[in-house]
């Protein structure tokens, strides 16, 4: 019997996904095919808001709503004078689960060494202007111990070298070649707790 096409549609769509395969996108097409209006009409009516509404902040990298403010550069609750660099939001995702940061996130977006990355993308030069007009004391680069992460922290460091700010990286816990998302939060507070001083110009 010929498949449909809707359905093999569906299921390379699914099987792009990280972590999935054509099997498991096969019992998830199955499980919504038997399931629709549970989950197809909904899932289809939340995606199509996505799709519509959130978008990348043009100054941290983060997520936001059309209609809202960036919840990341406009939080009222508090102050905070640290920002810490990732790479992706899903790093940021691991690090705010862990409780371990208090302070404003800047998502990069990638590493200068990714394919088709190039450094005006990667809102580095937002971050020199977030560090003079919000008063920044400190910035925590996060990016991964890959040699593209590594390389990204330096070129960042390189252009904060003339602020005011210090910098520092995660230190102990972070495996060479580790991604940030895929540490336990035990690791992440032991490489947060333990960062490295990479350059102080207050000095």
Not at 55 to 60: A, D
């Amino acid at each position: 019997m010929q498949n449909i096409s809707e359905i093999e549609e569906l299921i390379k769509l699914i099987s792009k996904l990280p972590g999935l395969g054509p099997k498991s996108a096969k019992r998830i097409v199955l499980k919504l095919i038997n399931n629709r209006d549970e989950l197809v009409k909904p899932m289809a009516n939340t995606l199509a808001q996505v799709y519509k509404n959130v978008v990348r902040c043009n100054s941290c990298g983060t997520l936001k709503s059309n209609s809202n403010g960036c919840l990341n550069c406009e939080n009222t609750k508090a102050k905070y004078n640290k920002i810490c660099v990732v790479e992706d939001i899903a790093d940021q995702w691991s690090i705010e689960n862990s409780n371990i940061f208090q302070g404003y996130f800047h998502i990069l977006g990638g590493t200068i060494s990714s394919v088709g990355q190039r450094k005006e993308h990667l809102l580095i030069n937002s971050l020199v202007e977030r560090v003079n007009r919000d008063k920044i004391e400190e910035i925590i680069l996060a990016t991964s111990a890959t040699v593209e992460g590594q390389t990204t922290a330096y070129y960042i460091q390189d252009s904060l070298k003339n602020l005011d700010v210090k910098i520092t990286k995660l230190a102990q816990g972070l495996p060479v070649g580790g991604e940030i998302e895929s540490l336990d939060d035990g690791t992440l507070f032991s490489a947060f707790k333990n960062r490295s001083n990479l350059v102080s110009n207050s000095d």
